[in-house]
C-alpha cells in the first residue's frame, strides 16, 4: 500500500462545477497536511494547509480526518485556470521530517 | 526576491559521468530536500537535511549523495549516474516548526536530467 493516496484522475468538469478530491495516508503519526497545485510539470506550489477544524480559502475547502486518515479538498465554482494536477503531501517526524507525496490527481476545467 | 535556484536546469549526460545539481536558498531555511518525479510515481523523497550537517535519506535514496556544510546549499550529487536516474529533480526548502512539521516547501523550477 503506498504511504499516501489519491484519487486516481483524470477529472474532467465544466466551469462552474464543484470537484472534490480525496487523499488517504497510512502513517497514523503524520503531523503536517497539505494540498500543493502543480502545473505542466513545473515547481509544485502549496495551495493551502490542512488542519484538523477544517480551512477554507476562498473557492477551496480543506479537510482532515484524523481517524480516518484522509484528507479532501474542494473546489467549489471550478475557473479553466483551475486545470492542474493537485498533490497531497503528508509530513512526519523520524527524527527528521519525512514529506511523503501523492502521484496527484488531474483536474480539466472545460469551457 | 525569496527563491530556491537550481543549476542545471537541464542535462544530458552518459552512464557513470558524475554530476552535481546545485540547490541554493536565500530564505535561511533549516530544512533543504530533494525529490524526483516520474510519470505515474509523484514526486518521490531523496534526501532531505534538518539543518547544517545534518542530513538523511529518504524513499529513494540509492545512487545518490548530499551534503549540507552551509545553511543555503543543498548539492545532490550523483557519483554514477544510470539511465534509471533519468528523471525530474526538485530541491526544496522549509522552515521548521518545532517537531510539529514542516512549513510550506518552496520549490526550484526543476531539473531535468537524461541519462543515455
Known amino acids: 500500500r503506498k504511504e499516501v493516496e489519491q484519487d486516481p484522475g483524470p477529472f474532467n468538469v465544466p466551469e462552474g462545477a464543484t470537484v472534490a478530491f480525496n487523499c488517504t495516508y497510512s502513517?497514523?503519526?503524520?503531523?503536517?497536511f497539505f494540498w500543493y497545485r502543480q502545473d505542466c510539470r513545473k515547481e509544485p506550489k502549496l495551495l493551502m494547509s490542512v488542519y484538523s477544524s477544517g480551512n477554507e480559502d476562498g473557492r477551496f475547502t480543506a479537510q482532515l480526518n484524523r481517524a480516518s486518515q484522509y484528507i479532501s479538498l474542494l473546489i467549489r465554482d471550478s475557473k479553466l485556470s483551475d486545470s492542474a494536477t493537485y498533490l497531497c503531501?503528508?509530513?512526519?517526524?523520524?527524527?527528521?521530517?519525512?514529506?511523503?507525496f501523492g502521484a496527484g490527481t488531474r483536474l480539466f476545467v472545460k469551457a | 526576491e525569496a527563491q530556491v535556484t537550481q543549476n542545471p536546469r537541464y542535462l544530458i549526460t552518459v552512464t557513470g559521468k558524475k554530476l552535481t545539481v546545485t540547490c541554493s536558498q536565500n530564505m535561511n531555511h533549516e530544512y533543504m530536500s530533494w525529490y524526483r518525479q516520474d510519470p505515474g510515481l509523484g514526486l518521490r523523497q531523496i534526501y532531505y537535511?534538518?539543518?547544517?550537517?545534518?542530513?538523511d535519506k529518504g524513499d529513494v535514496p540509492e545512487g545518490y549523495k548530499v551534503s549540507r556544510k552551509e545553511k543555503r546549499n543543498f548539492p545532490l550529487i550523483l557519483e554514477s549516474p544510470s539511465p534509471n536516474q533519468t528523471s525530474l529533480y526538485f530541491c526544496?526548502?522549509?522552515?521548521?516548526?518545532?517537531?510539529?512539521?514542516?512549513?510550506?516547501?518552496?520549490f526550484g523550477e526543476g531539473s531535468r536530467l537524461t541519462v543515455l
Open positions: 502513517n497514523s503519526a503524520s503531523q503536517s
Open positions: 503531501v503528508v509530513s512526519f517526524y523520524t527524527g527528521g521530517f519525512k514529506t511523503i
Open positions: 537535511s534538518m539543518n547544517v550537517e545534518v542530513t
Open positions: 526544496a526548502s522549509s522552515l521548521i516548526g518545532g517537531r510539529v512539521g514542516t512549513g510550506e516547501l518552496f
